[in-house]
């Protein structure tokens, strides 16, 4: 079982459309984490850091449930600009990091 | 501006052929990895290395060795090259806290 799991998608969604993306994690010693955004032959670049209270920058929230080993990431009034594939993240004491495969997203006119 | 320096975007290789792979860092980061990146598969960690010559091995270390003797440095070694190491390989750098990673641009190693 892969460490850190993502839906694959695609997820293809018209503008102004509200989209969630799930992530669960196996390992419970994770200690942070974060979504990241990639471009079509780009590198990965940092969207969003994960706080346990949960945290929303825009038009973006992002959840933690360390609970459940769950994190979420919720876009709202979609733009065509935020079709990428979105990369959960989670980092480990030791600084070890581990991506998910990513979700794909594709936001139509 | 921050950067993560990859020595090559593209590279051909044979088989058998001995590869490095060169990312340099100029943020003083503690902390660098090396990914491989393959559609439906995602990031996978090859290595990673959280002070100079001390490194760790991720989930597909087979293949594969690093090198850190400078804190800027950190190489990534295809002892044999083979044709199932084709892919984009990908550097990162980060500090030791709950901070931003960064990426060099990528290379796309082909092994023929």
């Known amino acids: 079982r892969k460490e850190v799991e993502q839906d694959p998608g695609p997820f293809n969604v018209p503008e102004g459309a509200t989209v969630a993306f799930n992530c669960t994690y196996s390992n419970s010693a994770s200690q942070s984490f974060f979504w990241y955004r990639q471009d079509c032959r780009k590198e990965p670049k940092l969207l969003m850091s994960v706080y346990s209270s949960g945290n929303e920058d825009g038009r973006f929230t992002a959840q933690l449930n360390r609970a459940s080993q769950y994190i979420s990431l919720l876009i709202r009034d979609s733009k065509l600009s935020d079709s990428a594939t979105y990369l959960c993240?989670?980092?480990?004491?030791?600084?070890?990091?581990?991506f998910g495969a990513g979700t794909r997203l594709t936001v139509k006119p | 501006d921050v950067k993560v320096t990859q020595s090559s975007r593209y590279l051909v290789k044979r088989t058998g052929e001995k590869v490095f792979l060169e990312c340099v860092q100029d943020?003083?980061?503690?902390?660098m990895f090396w990914y491989r990146q393959d559609p439906g598969l995602g990031l996978r960690l090859i290595y990673f290395?959280?002070?100079?010559?001390?490194?760790e091995k991720g989930d597909i270390p087979e293949g594969y060795s690093v090198s850190r003797e400078k804190k800027e440095r950190f190489s990534l070694i295809l002892e044999s090259a083979s044709t199932n190491q084709t892919s984009m390989y990908l550097c990162a750098s980060t500090r030791d806290r709950p901070t931003e990673a960064f990426f060099g641009q990528g290379t796309r190693l082909t092994v023929v």
């Open positions: 993240v989670v980092k480990y004491e030791n600084n070890d990091m581990r």
């Open positions: 943020m003083d980061h503690e902390n």
């Open positions: 290395s959280y002070d100079v010559k001390m490194k």
